[in-house]
């Protein structure tokens, strides 16, 4: 699962310009050898296509594998930005100080102090192809609404003339902020609750040539390949990476985003034929589910702990403070008693196929104002009468959840019941049928693990899993009475005095 943010930071020629031995302030002059508007090299911010992400304003793009038997892994959705919002930290090299421009009149600005910047929307036409998207990449844009635009325009930023940089991102989605960053001696963090919609991420540059998307390759200098790795790799000997001297050389930040958290979808099937008919609406449906992360599983349901769904992002950090499985880079700690479950949702069906349905919109499976589960929403089974098969039925979008080592997981079911036993009677079949009613019920509660195997110790963050739910629903209670006779006792005799 990856995502790659190209950041092509281009240095201004000179003024902007970072200084070594042989890459002065005098290399690309202009008047008086400062560089004209001309020349000046704007930052630009490039995103890779990204692999996969999840919901809150949705999952950034799917699995990384298609399985072409489930239909799970979405990979037409899944390979390409849609105009996300995602963060940007810009730090004096190897320290947590916000990189600054100094102006004309001497004035400081930050450059890109937790910025907000927005990604590319892919808008090609080939939805088939799951692989079309692969090397889908453009440029993020930054604009400053506070600062208002120019024709609605993104803002640009230049490199200062001197001075080597780190770049950090990160991605939160509309999850509920304890607060903003805080911006520590060696780390920068962030607290925040999330509520089973939002796609964390994090982001950190790639410093591997071999590793960079083909768009950042074919930007650095050298006829071919070879010569393209050797000056990406001198910059590292010269530890000019990155900076204005490296951006003339067209070396650029790429930031590549990964998966804070777990994905779970969720697919139903009926269990029998008493609640699922050939190719026909069963008699049972799912309404709802949600889950809880577990942190130690109990004996009982009641005796489960869990993990909070508030949790702290460690978004940048100085050398020597790396993340560590001890202390994880996504942090979740131990649930509040009032915590409750993450709900799965759904995406409404839009009015018109160019109506793009915002997450803010997500709605619950069923309509909670509509009492008639034909109707409301609610998820039947079915059953393929010409493979005897009963069918796989994807439901709602995701859940994104923290990582955890077993999730609760409860479903909602309603089932057509009958409220009278019509065996033998001589009603007709419509009135049969007028004699059932519907009955909303939850099933008992179930502690899922993934295999414990060494790959997948527990639900492990940047991977998606699917869980298949095999729903049995509701049979009758029928109570035999056997009559057992009375049996001979000893013949006693009483004696009275």
């Known amino acids: 699962m990856r995502k790659s943010f190209i950041f092509a930071t281009m240095a201004a020629a000179a003024l902007f310009a970072g200084c070594s031995s042989s890459d002065d302030l005098a290399s690309n002059p202009g008047e008086e050898g400062i560089p004209t508007e001309a020349e000046n090299v704007a930052i630009e911010i490039g995103v890779g296509s990204p692999t996969s992400t999840m919901r809150g304003t949705g999952a950034v793009g799917g699995v990384s594998e298609y399985d072409e038997n489930t239909g799970f892994g979405a990979a037409v959705t899944a390979t390409y930005w849609a105009g996300q919002k995602i963060n940007v930290y810009m730090l004096n090299k190897g320290t947590m100080d916000i990189a600054q421009f100094v102006k004309a009149d001497q004035t400081t600005e930050d450059i890109y102090n937790n910025a907000v910047l927005t990604t590319p929307t892919y808008d090609g036409d080939d939805a088939s192809d799951a692989g079309s998207h692969a090397t889908a990449t453009g440029v993020a844009k930054y604009i400053d609404e506070a600062a208002g635009t120019y024709q609605g325009l993104p803002f640009i930023k230049y490199y200062p003339p001197t001075g080597q940089f780190d770049f950090w991102g990160y991605r939160i989605d509309d999850a509920v902020k304890d607060g903003d960053p805080v911006v520590g001696e060696n780390d920068i963090k962030v607290t925040f609750t999330v509520d089973g919609t939002q796609d964390v991420l994090a982001a950190q540059t790639i410093e591997t040539f071999a590793n960079l998307s083909d768009a950042r390759k074919n930007a650095i200098d050298g006829a071919n390949a070879t010569e393209k790795e050797a000056t990406f790799v001198a910059t590292t000997t010269a530890g000019t990476r990155y900076s204005a001297s490296a951006a003339r050389k067209g070396i650029q930040p790429e930031l590549l985003f990964k998966h804070m958290m777990t994905r779970l979808t969720f697919q139903a099937k009926a269990g029998t034929q008493t609640i699922a008919y050939d190719d026909e609406t069963g008699t049972a449906y799912v309404t709802g589910i949600s889950v809880r992360p577990v942190k130690t599983v109990g004996a009982t349901i009641a005796e489960n702990e869990y993990v909070s769904t508030k949790g702290t992002l460690t978004i940048a950090w100085k050398p020597g403070n790396e993340p560590t499985a001890q202390n994880p880079q996504m942090a979740w700690g131990d649930a509040e008693a009032n915590e409750t479950a993450l709900v ?24 909670p104002t509509n009492d008639d589960y034909a ?42 019941l009958p409220q009278h036993d019509t065996t033998g009677s001589s009603l007709s079949q419509d009135e049969i049928d007028a004699d059932m009613t519907e009955m909303a019920y939850n099933t008992v509660k179930v502690v899922v693990r993934p295999s414990t195997t060494e790959e997948h110790p527990a639900f492990l963050p940047g991977y998606s899993y699917n869980l298949l739910c095999t729903v049995y629903g509701l049979e009758r209670i029928e109570i035999t009475a056997t009559l057992e006779p009375w ?6 005799e009483v004696i009275g005095e």
Do not use: C, M, W
């Open 344 to 367: 799965l949702k759904k995406r409404p069906v839009a009015a018109d196929a160019n109506e793009k349905i915002e997450n803010s919109k997500l709605v619950d499976i069923v309509d």
């Open 487 to 492: 049996k001979q006792g000893e013949e006693i």
């Open 375 to 416: 109707t409301n929403g609610a998820v039947d089974l079915h059953y393929n009468s010409s493979t005897s098969e009963f069918v796989n039925t994807p439901i709602g979008e995701s859940i994104i959840a923290p990582d955890a080592q077993a999730y609760e997981v409860t479903i909602n079911l309603a089932q057509k």
